[in-house]
């Protein structure tokens, strides 16, 4: 549940839920101190759904991340959308495992890693290539808020004890697109965004590091998938533009592309399917 590959074995949720009980993503009195104020925004009106709280360090991506609200957007959002039973706490933290954001289904909580944000920003603002006329700030924001709903994804997935076939990485991914790419402009900027840093991360990689047995799909093919995933939704009146942009042959072939469209109706078809029983609408 680990959002970026190369940082050891992952565990998937099904496997922690054999394994030990989960469970609630609260803070004991022991670690009151640590866990910081929860925003009240995001907080959902029962006592399942997802949360939001910040521990100390990282001043400045703490900063960004509450001034512009990335978690609690993400929070209210799918508090909005789904049931969720159990409480999710997405938690903004120093990590000392590699600043890999991921899902504990043992402790319920997403934990945000500052030096991810950190990171990220670094990557932008130093990027040369296309898309480097784009803020900085603003892509990272965008690669926050997919990683934010892709986390989220492992999350329902325990906690509704969601059915999928694949992958469970690839599933999340879909959910992240479903969800970004519902929201207009601002959503499927924030998924070009990720689908940038994901080619920066491929770029930058040793081939000889690469491990065959990760559950997650190569950086390289992740951007493809969301590159297809922004072809595949645009309405027909915006294809032609949008292809341009899109298809560069290098990370979205012209073959994939003919398959985009039809790639995301499934995903789309497939998570509100897979969410039906469990939306607020119902």
């Not at 839920?17 to 995001?42: D, I, K």
């Not at 990171?119 to 934010?148: H, K, N, Q, W």
Request: hydrophobic letters at 35%.
């Amino acid at each position: 549940m680990l959002h970026h590959a190369g940082a050891g074995p992952r565990i998937p949720a099904t496997v922690w839920r054999a394994r030990a009980l989960v469970v609630a993503g609260v803070c004991t009195a022991a670690l009151a101190t640590a866990c910081g104020p929860r925003s009240q925004a995001a907080a959902p009106p029962t006592g399942g759904g997802l949360s939001v709280s910040y521990q100390a360090g990282g001043a400045d991506e703490r900063a960004f991340l509450r001034e512009r609200r990335l978690p609690e957007k993400v929070a209210e959002d799918l508090n909005k959308f789904v049931r969720l039973p159990e409480r999710v706490e997405i938690v903004g933290r120093v990590c000392k495992k590699d600043d890999t954001s991921e899902y504990d289904p043992e402790t319920s909580r997403i934990a945000l890693c500052y030096g991810f944000v950190r990171e990220v920003r670094s990557m932008f603002e130093a990027d040369r290539t296309s898309g480097a006329d784009r803020d900085p700030a603003e892509r990272t924001a965008g690669v926050i808020t997919e990683t934010l709903y892709h986390e989220a994804a492992h999350a329902l997935i325990d906690k509704l004890d969601l059915p999928f076939t694949g992958h469970e990485e690839d599933v999340a991914d879909q959910f992240a697109a479903y969800r970004l790419l519902d929201q207009g402009k601002a959503g499927r900027a924030a998924l070009l965004a990720a689908a940038d840093n994901y080619a920066q991360y491929a770029s930058g990689a040793d081939p000889s590091d690469v491990d065959p047995s990760d559950e997650h799909p190569p950086d390289a093919a992740r951007s493809a998938g969301y590159r297809c995933y922004l072809y595949g939704s645009a309405p027909q009146r915006e294809r032609g533009a949008v292809y341009r942009a899109l298809v560069d042959g290098k990370r979205l072939s012209m073959q994939r592309a003919a398959l985009c469209e039809g790639e995301y109706d499934d995903l789309r078809r497939g998570w509100r399917r897979l969410l039906a029983p469990h939306m607020t609408d119902r």
